[in-house]
Nanobody, 121 residues
Framework: QVQLVESGGGLLQTGGSLRLSCAAS????????MGWYRQAPGKQRELVAS???????KYTDSVKGRFTISRENAKNTVYLQMDSLKPEETGVYYC???????????????WGQGTQVTASV
């Protein structure tokens, strides 16, 4: 199994910055891509940013220029630097990984437990 543990969430004022971390552990052969999703109260979970093993990044339009996703492959860790946070970006942030446990295994999706981010007005 693969376990994902997020950290770095918290309460901050609008316009502030926060850095989230997510470390993957367990029986890992390779992690293809890692990403961050956000679930606001009463809304569906949505993709915020993702990054492939080779470093290709994708962002949802609303965070481009303010959020930066990065990863340390040797540590199986992904980060999300969030700057100029807005109140509407409050929610639970989940880490996601597509990984193989063995060379012949299929890619499987794994999720972390989530970390709360609250940007107060």
């Amino acid at each position: 199994q693969v376990q994902l543990v997020e950290s770095g969430g918290g309460l901050l004022q609008t316009g502030g910055s926060l850095r989230l971390s997510c470390a993957a552990s367990g029986s890992i052969f390779v992690i293809s891509s890692m990403g961050w999703y956000r679930q606001a109260p009463g809304k569906q979970r949505e993709l915020v940013a993702s990054i492939t093993l080779g470093g290709t990044r994708k962002y949802t339009d609303s965070v481009k220029g303010r959020f930066t996703i990065s990863r340390e492959n040797a540590k199986n860790t992904v980060y999300l630097q969030m700057d100029s946070l807005k109140p509407e970006e409050t929610g639970v942030y989940y880490c996601d990984a597509l990984a193989k446990m063995t060379p012949s295994a299929c890619l499987s999706e794994y999720w972390g437990q989530g970390t709360q981010v609250t940007a107060s007005v």
